[in-house]
């Protein structure tokens, strides 16, 4: 039997009684709180700035099960880096990257956007989602298409082209860092439509209510400002 320690009991009695009676602030009103801005695609670090919170608390509670939403479903979390010979979603369509002026990669000028396409799930149908980013603010766009022939990615463009008229370039093959914002973005449209997504299935609403959503989000590059408020502050 190991001898008694007054120090040591001193100690410990002091830490239990510190620990007595302390309360969590995670009520039932913040639960719900974090948790729809979790299934909106906000990091914990904007909500705990946002809301005026501590980050690693709601890691912790994320942790310790309190909250209702995954670890492992939090967007990019343990996100690999893929090398992927993906052959599908590839199109060369108007100016090389090359050829796109050294503002406009420096992200100084409002008005660029990349162009990008998402894909139905393999064996399922030929519609995508043709997503653009407008560099500067980060506003995301999207629109539905029912395949990736010149036909439809030209009526696409001609409808976005009504709502913002823009200047594109495309980059190589294989090569997503040239169009960083596209991936990011796109990232974020995966987690409310899987890869086992068929898009002729989804509505033009859903995709509408979607960027809606992530547009919404706040940035932590935009201290915490939303991409539409950038958006419109730079286009008024």
């Avoid at 700035?49 to 310790?64: D, E, G, H, P, V």
């Avoid at 998402?118 to 629109?143: N, Y």
């Avoid at 989000?217 to 008024?236: G, W």
Wanted: one cysteine or more; proline letters at 4%.
């Amino acid at each position: 039997m190991q001898p008694y320690d007054p120090l040591l009991a001193q100690q410990d009695a002091d830490q239990k009684r510190k620990h007595c009676g302390r309360k969590t602030i995670l009520d039932e009103r913040l639960k719900q709180l974090i948790e729809n801005h979790l299934r909106l695609t906000w990091s914990p670090e904007t909500i705990a700035t946002k809301f005026k919170l501590a980050t690693a608390s709601i890691y912790n509670w994320l942790n310790q099960g309190k909250l209702d939403f995954k670890l492992q479903d939090l967007p990019d979390r343990n996100r690999r880096r893929q090398h992927s010979q993906e052959k599908r979603g590839q199109y060369q369509t108007g100016t090389s990257i090359e050829q796109r002026p050294a503002m406009v990669n420096q992200r100084a000028e409002f008005g660029h956007w990349e162009v990008d396409t998402v894909l139905s799930s393999r064996g399922q149908s030929k519609a995508c989602l043709v997503t653009f980013v407008e560099r500067s603010s980060r506003l995301l766009w999207a629109l539905k298409a029912p395949d990736r022939t010149v036909q439809s990615l030209n009526q696409v463009f001609g409808s976005f082209m009504q709502r913002f008229g823009l200047t594109t370039y495309f980059c190589h093959p294989y090569s997503p860092w040239e169009r960083g914002s596209n991936e990011y973005f796109n990232r974020k449209l995966r987690w409310f439509f899987p890869k086992k997504t068929d898009f002729n299935q989804v509505t033009a609403d859903q995709v509408l209510a979607t960027i809606e959503l992530i547009n919404n989000r706040p940035l932590k590059l935009h201290n915490y400002r939303t991409a539409i408020e950038v958006f419109r502050a730079c286009s008024d």
